[in-house]
């Protein structure tokens, strides 16, 4: 089976540009959540979907956004990018929104985006 | 605000020793408490999970500790080996509407040494 799906691996993009970042979760799964991760430290939440509905969204200026598809997979777009939004940005899928028993998250390999 | 801190930020373990990562939570509402696992170039993986209504978590040769009163918990490696060596995150959630996001620690990053 295959895992969350993000691309692209790698981007480099320029201030004041913008970005767009896919997520494919897990056959099956209905909730998609976008994770940022500066290098050196923890993952910081930014948004989850389930069943196409924005469920919550973290501490993010208007610049982010994000969307899911009917088929659930997912989009993050970034606009005027800013040197400090360069990090791993990650995608994780899960059953259903929530930490009920049972309902795991799986976390993709991220994007690496660089903003020069 | 940090409302997850964990320590130490790094760890140097003999192959065979015993691994411990802290953490602690500010939040008396979170109620899901696991450990992630990274690999440089992959995404966390979970790697066990506790809730509050017991003290200790045990699989395989991982461990958590969890003291509600202190607002503690901890990972416990036991038998640490090279392939151990990542970056260990622990995190939180739970409180009713914010039950969707994980509030992660900073990271410790443990290099197992032959």
């Known amino acids: 089976d295959a895992g969350v799906t993000q691309s692209p691996t790698h981007l480099i993009k320029t201030r004041g540009q913008h970005v767009t970042l896919r997520c494919s979760p897990i056959s099956g799964h209905k909730s998609v959540s976008w994770y940022q991760q500066v290098l050196g430290q923890g993952p910081q939440f930014i948004f989850q979907y389930y069943e196409k509905e924005e469920r919550g969204r973290g501490n993010f200026p208007d610049r982010f956004s994000a969307r899911q598809f009917p088929n659930y997979s997912s989009e993050l777009n970034v606009n005027a990018l800013l040197l400090g939004d360069s990090a791993l940005y990650l995608c994780?899928?899960?059953?259903?929104?929530?930490?009920?028993?049972?309902?795991?998250?799986?976390f993709g390999s991220g994007t690496r985006l660089t903003v020069v | 605000q940090q409302q997850v801190k964990q320590s130490p930020q790094s760890l140097i373990v003999q192959k065979g020793g015993i691994s411990i990562i802290n953490c602690a939570y500010e939040?008396?509402?979170?109620?899901?408490f696991p450990w992630y696992q990274q690999f440089p170039g992959k995404g966390p993986a979970l790697l066990i999970a506790?809730?509050?209504?017991?003290s200790e978590k045990k699989e395989g040769r991982f461990t958590i500790s969890f003291n509600k009163s202190a607002k503690q918990f901890s990972l416990h490696i036991m038998d640490s080996q090279p392939g151990d060596s990542a970056t260990y995150f622990c995190a939180a959630t739970g409180g009713g509407a914010g039950s969707y996001q994980l509030t992660f620690g900073k990271g410790t990053k443990l290099s197992v040494i032959p």
């Open positions: 994780a899928s899960s059953l259903v929104s929530g930490f009920a028993q049972g309902n795991g998250y799986t």
């Open positions: 506790i809730r509050p209504d017991v």
């Open positions: 939040n008396t509402a979170f109620d899901y």
